[in-house]
């Protein structure tokens, strides 16, 4: 399903238009059909798995900065749902409508239908994709996308490179958790996860499973086994694909120096921990140092659910939350492996093996005594410092509360987010046609310097994500700061950037960032239910600027299967 071809003079134009040079660039070509499968990610039979290519996740996309990614999106699923697909974290600058969300820069791909996305890939970094259409993703719809430098800023400093997934999985379908969430009974609480999973695969206990009627098949519990080379030194890749949950992560008896923060390369010699907090939509880059044992040692990548930020209530779609294994685990195992990664990749291939539960470990360390990242001292490799001012400002406050049918739902100050129907918002935008207000949206002038100010008045912390961008993260409370207040809390211009950041429960963040992206930019919780519910805003960059955006004939195609124009 997948081709990489040298470029071509055909393609020539294509690179021209992106404005890249095109020595040594080529077209990285996928495939992907996208239909439901049926599988035991968890043991659990599930057969709402939207799978790519008959697999779940789906597949791993590898490239280099300046090559052009080209993937053709076939909609198999068969049940009238369409598709779209997003790419998580990287700026679509110059192809805004590539970027995915349905009815905000495209609109959704009718079953029957093909798609092909193709922009250039411009930066660095550990990233993903992942449907972008209600919350198809949580039922599998997402796969990792690495992109290298060259050279890697790092290079030097590790030999080959190891690449973790983690991620919440239900045994329920996508459209029943919705049916279910988007009702006055849920209370607002989001469908509680059956299972965490590492690189896809995971354990639910069997005996609960049966009882509630589902087929489960203990022998087919694995985890991924990383066999490692003692004294080298690891590249480790950490992707965080949740709908909903927060994972602590480390690696027993190991530390982790980060080198990466969502695609933001980091200085030389940043502190090193033994754990990080990593929410939805983040992800990160490790050194891990193979020097904690021999040949023959195993050590526990360890996964843990955090628990305590999921509110749930009686009747909830899983009827059991308490059976939830919290803690999902892979294994290191110092081994004479020499190379075994894939082919042309320098990733370490795992193996899947069969969950051992009367294998015990080496220093299983419990969560309370480990140090732990602090994101806000890390410092990027450029170094350029957040900006020391402003012109423009949107203050957003996180509100939960019932709407006129009585169902709870989750804001940006009290406004839940509604899809623009016919044009998407990025057409309307190009078209002249006003966005509506129901789409809560606020406009900024190319070249603004805008300050985001995020309130979180909840008992959980949310994941906001910015499309087109990475901001500057200038300012974070810790848990119980209260709302930001300029007179009381200190703002950080070290120049700490990434592209999903954690606002803390009953806390606040500050971030910021330049509109040098023309387009029509989603801002959202990257807890899928939560923006489901309304937790979303577009920033409309520079509509002065928005006739210079070119449609895609791919673009107008995809809205004339709905009888939309632009
Ligand atoms: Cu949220």
């Given at each position: 399903m997948k081709s990489v071809s040298k470029v071509s003079l055909l393609a020539l134009p294509?690179?021209?238009?992106?404005?890249?040079?095109?020595?040594?660039s080529k077209t990285v070509k996928h495939t992907f059909r996208v239909s439901y499968i049926s599988g035991l990610p968890d043991g659990v039979l599930t057969t709402s798995i939207l799978g790519i290519n008959g697999k779940y996740p789906g597949p791993l996309i590898e490239a280099e900065v300046g090559d052009v990614l080209e993937v053709t999106v076939i909609n198999k699923i068969q049940d009238g749902q369409n598709v779209t697909l997003h790419w998580h974290g990287l700026h679509q600058r110059g192809t805004p409508f590539q970027d995915g969300p349905s009815q905000i820069t495209q609109c959704p791909l009718k079953e029957g239908s093909t798609q092909v996305y193709t922009f250039p890939l411009l930066l660095p970094g550990t990233y993903w994709y992942h449907s972008?259409?209600?919350?198809?993703?949580?039922?599998?719809?997402?796969?990792?996308?690495?992109?290298?430098?060259?050279?890697?800023?790092?290079?030097?400093l590790y030999d080959e490179e190891i690449l973790i997934t983690v991620n919440d999985w239900y045994h329920t379908s996508a459209k029943q958790n919705e049916e279910w969430f988007l009702r006055p009974e849920s209370g607002g609480a989001p469908p509680y996860p059956f299972s965490v999973?590492?690189?896809?695969?995971?354990?639910?206990?069997?005996?609960?499973?049966?009882k509630a009627g589902r087929l489960c098949v203990s022998y087919s519990q694995v985890r991924p086994v990383f066999k490692v080379q003692p004294r080298k030194t690891y590249r480790l890749r950490l992707i965080n694909t949740s709908g909903w949950v927060a994972f602590n992560f480390t690696i027993s008896g190991h530390t982790l120096t980060p080198i990466e923060v969502d695609g933001i390369d980091l200085a030389a010699n940043?502190?090193?921990?033994?754990?990080?907090?990593?929410?939805?939509?983040?992800?990160?880059?490790?050194?891990?140092?193979?020097?904690?044992?021999?040949?023959g040692d195993e050590f526990l990548i360890r996964a843990s659910l955090r628990k305590e930020f999921l509110f749930t209530l009686a009747g909830n779609i899983n009827p059991a939350p308490e059976a939830v294994i919290n803690e999902v685990t892979g294994v290191i195992k110092y081994a004479n492996v020499g190379r075994q990664t894939y082919s042309s990749s320098p990733l370490v291939k795992p193996s899947f093996e069969q969950f051992d539960h009367s294998k015990t470990y080496r220093t299983v360390e419990t969560w309370s005594t480990m140090d732990f990242l602090t994101e806000m001292e890390t410092v990027p490799f450029d170094a350029v410092p957040a900006p020391p001012n402003f012109d423009t400002e949107k203050v957003v406050n996180i509100i939960f509360q019932n709407d006129e049918n009585g169902l709870r739902r989750g804001s940006f100050n009290g406004h839940p987010f509604e899809l623009p129907t016919g044009k998407p918002a990025l057409g309307k935008l190009v078209d002249g046609i006003p966005i509506p207000?129901?789409?809560?949206?606020?406009?900024?002038?190319?070249?603004d310097i805008v300050q985001v100010v995020i309130n979180n008045p909840e008992l959980g912390p949310h994941p906001i994500h910015l499309h087109g961008h990475h901001f500057w993260v200038v300012g974070?409370?810790?848990?119980?700061?209260?709302?930001?207040?300029?007179?009381?809390?200190?703002?950080?211009?070290?120049?700490?950037r990434r592209d999903t950041v954690l606002v803390k429960e009953k806390s606040w963040l500050v971030i910021r960032f330049r509109a040098d992206n023309p387009g029509v930019w989603l801002m959202h919780c990257h807890i899928d239910w939560h923006m489901l519910s309304g937790m979303a805003m577009v920033f409309v960059e520079a509509p002065e600027l928005a006739s210079s955006i070119r449609v895609p004939d791919e673009a107008r195609k995809v809205c004339a299967d709905h009888n939309v124009f632009i």
């Open positions: 294509i690179l021209l238009v992106f404005g890249i040079a095109a020595v040594n972008h259409v209600n919350s198809q993703y949580t039922e599998g719809l997402w796969g990792s996308l690495i992109v290298r430098g060259t050279p890697e800023v790092w290079q030097e999973l590492m690189n896809g695969v995971g354990r639910y206990p069997c005996g609960t499973a049966l940043q502190p090193v921990h033994h754990a990080i907090f990593i929410g939805a939509g983040q992800r990160y880059s490790f050194l891990l140092k193979a020097d904690a044992g021999v040949v207000e129901a789409t809560s949206h606020f406009n900024m002038k190319y070249g974070m409370g810790h848990s119980g700061d209260g709302s930001y207040d300029p007179l009381r809390h200190q703002l950080n211009l070290n120049g700490h």
